[in-house]
């Protein structure tokens, strides 16, 4: 076997790795090490410099494999596999040794241990470079149709970005109308546009769009394949009335006899259980809802079916399941309110003149249950003193929700202006911890609430909010005058925490994605790719990654149906070749792979009884080659022999004791 | 869990006042826990329980005397109950300390003759009636139900804070008390002051401070109508009962309102001696309450309390 | 006193909920925030001789609410516990200047005499 010639180029980056380890001593022991032919340390090696520097050596020094001793695989590894590829080295005698990440800055205080334990990691990764393959990247076809999950303004945002690129897309909503939390608000900081004006349009443009296939009431079953490759299936809740039938008359919810809690009006109103969420509804059409429906429940009723003209009642309606191909997705699931019933200070739930900053937009709102006028809930009274309470479960960690919602200093502000512009004689207070308003014209916007509105803002948190005759005591504390203030208020509204929707979980789980601990999307990097996921040909957008406003929502959507419009741009996907193989003459064909693999990428090829790997599924996990127990089954880069011997060189001075 | 519990010995820790200056509160207790079938063993020759949970991190001394409180329960069963809402934060509080922090574990049975590690349950009698007889169980026992008497329920600190330590109830709008008193037939008043402050010792340091506490929770809990009170603490009952004249001297548009200790209500309830009650030892006298009480409930008699005065001698 | 109380004062966000819901504030020469704000600042002399530590009745109200979780008893604790160490009573209940109402119960005593004279 011919000598190795590795060169090992350490990174400063910056303090990051140069505070904790000692570089030159690292240097110094490297340079030792059997086939290495080539140390140089550089304080930003990612850097144009310092790719410069890289690319120049291998070419002067005539590099048969290099390493990189710098950060997470995850940041760099491409970078420097696409350099070392420009100067005719094969991508895969590139590797990472990540020194930042598990190394620096755990061990920021122990600078020995950290100096060794850095050499491990270079040592090991050398090792493992030398026995790396040259290998070539997969090329696999690419189906050029992407979904969007979620119907709110970041889905429909990022559906008509891709759309109006000229590719397909399917818009995926569980309720039977798109427009999400923003078609449900009155008016939006800081130009107070309207929903309806600014909105609407755009669900409508999705409805007619040719490249969108806008599919309602209706959720994701399952997901199978990988990037480029997946096989969806979606579930199209029945819904009891033939929409190729349903003309959105109205006629058969006006006759409805059952009457539900309005999800729309935030549970201000009621809806039928024949219903559509608000008359502007894309598509127009009217489910059924089953658990309320009195014909579904009790088989009596049916008088939708006698009243409609179209004959679209269909009371034996099912479930459907569809199957698509997709290249991609974004998940735009948004937000939820947190459950104001475990503040148990605050009385939600138990005053009617309590309510969420959602109900209050409904309130507000042309479109909402009294038409615009404030009027209250207890008794249809207009309120007079309002106080709006902010931070209700954000930044209470004893919540569980340290976080800042970010979105409700500005729509506090909002509603207090738009409360005093329809009771020009009331007086809003609101009570926050301090005021947000970093949004581009954001600050001059609460300016003018405070300046020309008259709303007046207490520095303090309220502890305490109970009933005193028709009044709503609040107890709150003022920190500019260093007082505890009570106030009697007409109507309270609590500006409440975000939490991600309903079922992200389980939606992230058929994914393969992950959540952060508070059930919140995770993205591959909070900076530098704030839309991608871990897992390849995935993306989010929206609330459902973190709470921001809707100018970020738009942008971040817009943000990730370009990354699956360059994505769709190529003629294939390109894959990485580090899966895994099998040795034909080593298989016996017991088959514990196949159930090892999740992703139904080995077969049992029965007449020759050895393991197949199908290429184009294997993700190249490593289960298989875990648990094969001749060592028939190698991940190819990753084979058992590189593993010990990464092995035993990290561990052998420690095992000297 | 209901049954067989009559020979399941419950360990009743008195402390300090409960012989003497509340007395009845004791007494409606062992009387109606008797007529439940339920046993409890008297503590005989404790000592103080320190009435206030230490909350200095180095007080391990203070933790001390409640520590050797439950060893002696210990000896006699694994359930010790009490009635002061002081002694009963200070039990399970310690009793808490004890099952959770291992530092001051070892510490604190440095101290003792025993080791200990928290392994008494620490119950309320409310507890006890909730989770042991069932409020079910209760409400078939009772002879002479409460009519339609309107009492708000008084939970105010010790009994329910710190929740995270003390895992009585919702701290802030606590049901415990409220079932209790329906299953006895009362009609309980919710009111929002239930569980605020009766100004506990700071008498001591300033009666206008304390009345005005008193004054607050009073009005409130008439406000939502109330007749009545109930709780469970000798020292609230003191604020809000004995010292209640201090409110009547500074508020002119106050007028008194009767204060019961929970097991009075039960007591009479389940038809013990009356003489247990100790009405005589209120200083709202509960008379006019009672007696109409016990005619009958058709009138709304008894709602006029409150324009009676004379009659209600508030010394 | 970080020590004696357990608790970490940095925590505190000065969001003043303690404040707003103390049945005492009325009667307090700094608010419960702001004895935490004086520690905060090095201040601790403006607390050792503020009424507030011994106006707080332990009612854990503020314990209850905190965002933070902070235990604001347990610093009033701390701070009359130092005091009381410095031989600094509050009021001495069993000495001849004070009179206990004859009518109270013994629970009073101990509670108060415990907290107010150590």
């Known amino acids: 076997m011919k000598k190795s010639r590795v060169g090992v180029f350490v990174c400063h980056c910056g303090h990051n790795i140069a505070r904790a380890i000692d570089i030159k001593s690292v240097m110094e022991k490297i340079r030792k090490y059997p086939g290495v032919a080539h140390v140089e340390d550089y304080i930003y090696l990612c850097a144009d410099p310092g790719q410069k520097i890289v690319a120049d050596k291998i070419k002067d020094k005539n590099l048969d494999a290099i390493v990189i001793a710098n950060c997470s695989p995850n940041l760099h590894e491409k970078t420097f596999r696409d350099l070392v590829e420009s100067v005719n080295m094969n991508r895969f005698k590139c590797e990472i040794a990540n020194i930042r990440e598990q190394c620096s800055w755990p061990h920021d205080q122990e600078r020995e241990k950290a100096t060794l334990k850095s050499v491990k990691i270079i040592e090991s990764v050398i090792e493992k470079v030398k026995q790396n393959q040259e290998l070539e990247p997969i090329r696999v076809p690419l189906t050029k149709k992407a979904l969007v999950i979620g119907g709110g303004i970041a889905g429909i945002q990022a559906a008509l970005d891709i759309a109006n690129g000229g590719f397909k897309v399917i818009l995926l909503e569980r309720r039977a109308t798109i427009g999400g939390k923003m078609a449900q608000l009155s008016e939006t900081f800081p130009t107070l546009d309207c929903p309806q004006c600014i909105m609407t349009p755009k669900m409508v443009a999705v409805a007619k769009h040719e490249n969108i296939t806008l599919m309602t009431y209706s959720a994701l079953e399952s997901l199978e394949g990988y990037v480029g490759n997946f096989t969806v299936k979606i579930r199209e809740k029945a819904k009891y009335v033939d929409w190729d039938k349903c003309v959105g008359c109205g006629d058969c919810t006006e006759k409805c006899p059952a009457k539900v809690d309005s999800e729309f009006d935030a549970k201000l109103s009621k809806r039928k259980a024949i219903y559509r969420d608000f008359p502007q509804a894309v598509p127009n059409k009217f489910v059924i809802d089953a658990e309320h429906c009195i014909k579904l429940t009790k088989g009596k009723c049916g008088v939708c079916e006698k009243i409609c003209p179209a004959k679209a009642i269909k009371y034996d309606d099912k479930d459907e399941i569809i199957e698509e191909k997709i290249g991609a997705v974004i998940v735009a699931t948004g937000f939820d309110l947190f459950g104001l019933e475990k503040v148990g200070e605050y009385g939600y739930g138990k005053y009617k003149d309590v309510i969420d900053g959602l109900q209050f937009e409904r309130i507000l709102a042309a479109s909402g249950p009294t038409g615009g006028k404030v009027e209250r809930p207890s008794d249809g009274k207009t309120p007079k003193d309002v106080v709006f309470i902010q931070c209700v479960g954000s930044r209470d960690p004893e919540f569980g929700m340290p976080y800042c919602s970010s979105i409700c200093c500005m729509y506090t502000a909002k509603q207090a202006m738009l409360f005093k512009h329809a009771v020009p004689e009331g007086q809003p207070y609101i009570f926050c911890m301090d005021i947000r308003s970093t949004g581009k014209g954001y600050e001059e916007f609460v300016q003018r609430a405070v300046e020309e509105d008259g709303v007046v803002y207490l520095r303090g948190r309220v502890s305490k909010i109970y009933q005193d005759d028709d009044k709503i005591m609040v107890w709150g504390a003022d920190m500019a005058s260093g007082k505890k203030v009570e106030i009697p208020a007409d109507l309270v509204v609590l500006s409440t925490a975000i939490v991600p929707a309903e079922g992200i979980k389980d939606l992230a789980s058929k994914l393969r994605i992950t959540t952060d601990e508070y059930g919140f999307l995770k993205e591959a990097h909070l900076k530098l790719q704030p839309v991608e996921t871990l897992t390849s040909g995935i993306f989010i957008a929206g609330t459902a990654q973190s709470p921001k406003d809707i100018t970020d929502t738009v942008a971040q959507a817009s943000a990730a149906a370009s990354k699956i419009m360059a994505l769709f741009s190529s003629k294939e996907y390109i894959r990485s070749p580090t899966i895994a193989r099998v040795d034909e003459d080593v298989c016996k064909g017991c088959g514990i792979c196949v159930n090892a693999c999740t992703y139904s990428a080995i077969e049992l090829d029965t007449i020759k009884k050895i393991s197949k790997v199908n290429e184009a599924l294997c993700e190249g996990c490593g289960a298989c080659a875990a648990v094969c127990p001749s060592g028939a089954m190698q991940q190819k880069n990753y084979t058992k022999k590189q593993l010990l011997d990464m092995i035993s060189v990290a561990t052998e001075d420690y095992d000297k004791g | ?315 | 006193m970080e020590e004696l109380s357990g608790q970490n004062l940095n925590a505190c966000n000065q969001c003043l909920k303690c404040t707003a819901g103390c049945s005492f504030v009325d009667n307090m020469d700094l608010l419960p925030n702001q004895v935490i704000r004086c520690i905060q600042l090095g201040q601790e002399d403006e607390v050792m001789k503020s009424k507030t530590p011994w106006l707080c009745a332990s009612c854990f109200t503020c314990v209850t609410r905190c965002p933070k979780g902070v235990d604001l008893s347990r610093i009033m604790e701390a701070i009359r516990t130092l005091l009381l160490r410095q031989g600094k009573e509050h009021i001495n209940l069993s000495g001849s200047e004070f009179k206990l109402p004859a009518d109270a119960p013994q629970q009073l005593f101990v509670s108060g005499s415990r907290k107010l004279s150590g």
């Open chain 2, 1 to 315: 869990m209901a049954e067989n519990n009559s020979d399941k010995n419950i360990v009743y820790y008195p402390g300090c006042t409960l012989h003497t200056w509340a007395k009845s509160l004791s007494d409606t207790f062992i009387e109606s826990f008797k007529k439940l079938d339920i046993n409890l063993h008297e503590l005989s020759d404790w000592s103080c329980c320190q009435a206030v949970f230490p909350l200095a991190r180095d007080n391990i001394m203070g933790l001390v005397p409640a520590a050797r409180i439950l060893i002696q329960a210990r000896e006699h069963g694994d359930i010790l109950t009490t009635l002061c809402s002081f002694c009963f934060n200070v039990l399970r509080r310690t009793n808490n300390a004890i099952q959770t922090d291992g530092e001051i574990r070892a510490k604190l049975n440095a101290y003792l003759e025993e080791d200990y590690t928290g392994d008494v349950h620490v119950l309320h009698p409310l507890e006890i009636l909730k989770v042991m007889v069932g409020f079910d169980k209760l409400k078939s026992k009772v002879t002479k139900p409460c009519g339609n008497i309107k009492i708000g329920p008084y939970y105010g600190c010790q009994l329910i804070r710190p929740p995270k330590e003390m895992k009585f109830d919702d701290p802030e709008d606590p049901k415990l008390l409220d079932m209790f008193l329906e299953s006895i037939g009362c009609e309980v008043v919710n009111f929002p002051f239930k569980v605020e402050c009766c100004g506990s010792y700071q008498i001591v340091q300033g009666e206008d401070m304390v009345a005005d506490r008193a004054y607050a929770i009073l009005s409130n809990a008439r406000k939502n109508g109330a007749e009545a009170i109930a709780l469970s603490c000798p020292l609230c009952f003191y604020n809000l009962d004995t010292r209640q004249n201090l409110i009547t001297q500074k508020y002119t548009d106050f007028s008194p309102m009767p204060v019961f200790y929970f097991t009075e209500l039960m007591g009479m309830a389940l038809g013990i001696d009356e003489g247990l009650c100790g009405f005589d030892k209120h200083k709202v006298d509960p008379g006019i309450l009672l007696e109409s009480l016990q005619k009958s409930s058709d009138t709304q008699e008894h709602v006029t309390v409150k324009n009676d005065q004379n009659k209600l001698g508030v010394n």
